[in-house]
């Protein structure tokens, strides 16, 4: 089975940084676009960053120019690396994979449990 596992969460400061990892587990035959997306309690769940397989990368507008989304050579983990953190970027933060498990699977999605971030002043 295909895991999805999210670290790097915390308690920061405004102002601070940090960066999450987002680790895709056991053999995958091909991975198409990873992406972080976040949520906070009573809200829908938000896309942050998405970078495709091509390398090509998207953000949210609130997010542009302060958060930075990649990946390995493997293309099987991702990192969301987020500076000058504010408190409205405080949310669980989720991870989201398109990969194949094989060449006779379509590409499926798939989620980790999330990290949570919480940012204060």
């Known amino acids: 089975q295909v895991q999805v596992v999210e670290s790097g969460g915390g308690s920061v400061q405004a102002g601070e940084s940090l960066r999450l990892s987002c680790v895709v587990s056991?053999?995958?035959?091909?991975?198409?676009?990873m992406a972080w997306y976040r949520q906070i309690p009573g809200k829908e769940r938000e896309l942050v960053a998405q970078?495709?397989?091509?390398?090509?990368?998207t953000y949210a507008d609130s997010v542009r120019g302060r958060f930075t989304i990649s990946r390995d050579g493997a293309k099987n983990t991702a990192y969301l690396q987020m500076n000058s953190l504010t408190s409205q970027d405080s949310a669980v933060y989720y991870c989201?994979?398109?990969?194949?498990?094989?060449?006779?699977?379509?590409?499926?999605?798939?989620w980790g449990q999330g990290t949570q971030v919480t940012v204060s002043s």
């Open positions: 989201q994979v398109r990969v194949q498990r094989s060449r006779e699977r379509r590409f499926e999605t798939y």
């Open positions: 056991r053999n995958i035959f091909a991975t198409d676009a």
């Open positions: 970078i495709y397989a091509s390398g090509t990368t």
